[in-house]
T-cell receptor, first 113, second 117 residues
Framework: AQKVTQAQTEISVVEKEDVTLDCVYE???????LFWYKQPPSGELVFLIR??????QNEISGRYSWNFQKSTSSFNFTITASQVVDSAVYFC??????????FGKGTSLLVTP | EAGVAQSPRYKIIEKRQSVAFWCNPI?????LYWYQQILGQGPKLLIQ????????DSQLPKDRFSAERLKGVDSTLKIQPAKLEDSAVYLC???????????????FGSGTRLTVV
């Protein structure tokens, strides 16, 4: 069975704080792909990152960084020096063997000035 | 390139009425998906097409929902009759499909927000 758990429902931070969004996944596949999407209030899903199961290197893109650890089945997302524009719902997702995405329930991030 | 097009953007209907949503995927994308996103939840796959064949419709409530993808391009999702719990955003996505598992070209449309009253 494929499952993605985002235990944090809502997070509120003050601008310039760092924030980490947690994602834990379950899969029996040896090859799989993990994703993070951002959904701003306008509603569209914005692709942030893809990581395959063979690549455990952490990735940094500007203020965003991702920590993938197969040992703990986690794929956490950190925003450094958060900004108001980062306010959105963030989804972690797992690509299954049929090429469809299994999403977590999302974490709503509110960044206040 | 043009993105995934969906229409209408918003729809309000009364329960027991029928409604249809349309999706035009990115040109050349063999795989098309319909997802349902209920408020406060993550998107849930309803149906997946590979060209004009159904790959996975295990989570589609077939007593009221139907979908087709004629000629392997555009797709229509229909609900008949609608229930209050069908209120959600219906997202269409497309990808290059088989052999391209790594989200290579996996793109979402802006969605159709359905309100059933």
């Amino acid at each position: 069975a494929q499952k993605v758990t985002q235990a944090q429902t809502e997070i509120s931070v003050v601008e310039k704080e760092d924030v980490t969004l947690d994602c834990v996944y379950e899969t029996r596949d040896t090859t799989y792909y993990l994703f993070w999407y951002k959904q701003p209030p306008s509603g569209e899903l914005v692709f942030l990152i893809r990581r395959n199961s063979f690549d455990e290197q952490n990735e940094i893109s500007g203020r965003y960084s991702w920590n993938f650890q197969k040992s703990t089945s986690s794929f956490n997302f950190t925003i450094t020096a958060s900004q108001v524009v980062d306010s959105a719902v963030y989804f972690c997702a797992l690509l299954n063997s049929g090429y469809a995405l299994n999403f977590g329930k999302g974490t709503s991030l509110l960044v206040t000035p | 390139e043009a993105g995934v097009a969906q229409s209408p953007r918003y729809k309000i209907i009364e329960k027991r009425q029928s409604v249809a949503f349309w999706c035009n995927p990115i040109s050349g994308h063999a795989t098309l998906y319909w997802y349902q996103q209920i408020l406060g939840q993550g998107p849930k796959l309803l149906i997946q097409f590979q060209n004009n064949g159904v790959v996975d419709d295990s989570q589609l409530p077939k007593d009221r929902f139907s979908a087709e993808r004629l000629k392997g391009v555009d797709s229509t999702l229909k609900i008949q009759p609608a229930k209050l719990e069908d209120s959600a955003v219906y997202l269409c996505a497309s990808s290059l499909g088989e052999g391209h598992r790594a989200n290579y070209g996996y793109t979402f449309g802006s969605g159709t927000r359905l309100t059933v009253v």
